[in-house]
């Protein structure tokens, strides 16, 4: 077994670097909820002008970015048309429905990670008949997590927002790994984001941030998300202490999202030459793989046990599968081992 684990389980375990420590240590702080700690301004700046918006949010977590977008987009008995499998919809705890009494409308994801503009048409509801909730937003997710890192490309973005314009809806774009999306298409994140109207990522997954996400968007917009933070009690004061190491983030940690690529793409294809197990490495475009196991062998939760005995982690999904997805705290050869290990983990079963 190897001295350290090689946990493939998700991005969020990743540890923040001795520079992100450093920064973390001669932040300069103030009280946030009266704008005054000067490390998160600096932040928050920095996202606006990376993302192309107006103004930006600090929050506490991905969750609650959307959270706070959603509340500022909608209002109770509103609805948000969504993908049945949004980080969102499944993940969230209902919060938007919980908290902001907004009515979650689901279309099928499609297996890149899209909504096909036609179920989002048909989603929408007449203004005029009484009967419906009033349709407001579109959520998109980019990267998508749930269709295994999928990448939405720019083009479809811009069709949704032709079309929001056309019903005047508003989109969010839960961007939890937009870096990842925007290394992956080789452009910068302010593209990915350039159709939605609010966009959340997150500091702490692929880019290695201890805590935090931050929500971009318009001057107004940030206002109202400023107000549903302090609703959800996000209100952090000397929380500069986090920024510090959300500015590293942002600083160092984006081009090298390309090497987690190139491992997930690495991890794809040897484990797709592995007896049972159903992935097309091609679909693998970022640091997310999902896999599927053939209905006759081990089942997700025995291959990822077999594995953890063996000081591999991996996440089962649901159904028989399972997701790994590789960060700043796995290397190439951690690859080769979890390769080979899921190999004896398989050919000791059979
Ligand atoms: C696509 C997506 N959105 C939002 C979140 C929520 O982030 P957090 O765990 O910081 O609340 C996640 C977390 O994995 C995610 O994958």
Redesign the pocket.
């Known amino acids: 077994m190897n001295e350290h684990a090689i946990d493939l389980r998700?991005d969020?375990v990743t540890l923040p670097s001795p520079a992100m420590r450093q920064a973390m240590f001669e932040a300069r702080l103030g009280d946030d909820v009266y704008g005054e700690d000067p490390t998160i301004n600096r932040l928050q700046a920095m996202a606006a002008e990376r993302l192309g918006k107006e103004a930006a949010l600090f929050v506490?977590?991905?969750?609650?970015?959307?959270l706070v977008c959603l509340l500022s987009h909608c209002g109770r008995g509103d609805e948000a048309i969504m993908g049945h499998m949004?980080?969102?919809f499944l993940?969230?705890a209902g919060g938007s429905a919980a908290v902001g009494g907004i009515h979650p409308h689901t279309v099928p994801n499609q297996p890149d990670g899209t909504l096909d503009l036609d179920d989002i048409r048909a989603a929408i509801r007449d203004p005029n008949n009484e009967h419906y909730p009033r349709t407001r937003l579109i959520c998109l997710?980019n990267?998508?997590?749930r269709c295994g890192g999928a990448v939405l490309a720019p083009d479809y973005m811009a069709q949704v927002r032709a079309l929001a314009d056309d019903y005047g809806l508003a989109i969010h774009l839960?961007g939890?790994?937009v870096f990842d999306a925007a290394v992956a298409l080789g452009v910068p994140a302010s593209v990915v984001a350039q159709d939605a109207d609010s966009v959340?990522f997150?500091l702490?997954?692929g880019l290695a941030a201890p805590v935090g996400?931050v929500v971009c968007g318009t001057e107004a917009f940030i206002r109202s998300a400023r107000r549903m933070r302090k609703l959800l009690g996000g209100g952090m004061r000397q929380a500069g202490v986090l920024a510090g190491a959300g500015i590293v983030a942002l600083d160092t940690m984006v081009d090298r999202l390309a090497e987690d690529h190139a491992n997930a793409r690495r991890l794809a294809e040897g484990l797709a030459d592995l007896h049972g197990i159903l992935l097309d490495p091609v679909r693998v475009t970022t640091n997310i793989v999902i896999f599927a196991l053939a209905p006759d062998g081990l089942s997700a939760e025995e291959l990822v046990a077999g594995l953890e005995a063996r000081g591999v982690k991996m996440g089962a999904i649901g159904g028989r599968k399972i997701r790994a997805v590789t960060h700043y705290g796995v290397q190439a050869e951690d690859i080769e081992q979890a390769i080979a290990t899921t190999r004896a983990v398989i050919e000791a079963a059979s």
């Open positions: 998700s969020t506490p977590s991905g969750t609650m970015a959307n949004a980080h969102t993940f969230e997710e990267t998508h997590n839960d939890a790994r959340s997150c702490s997954k996400s």
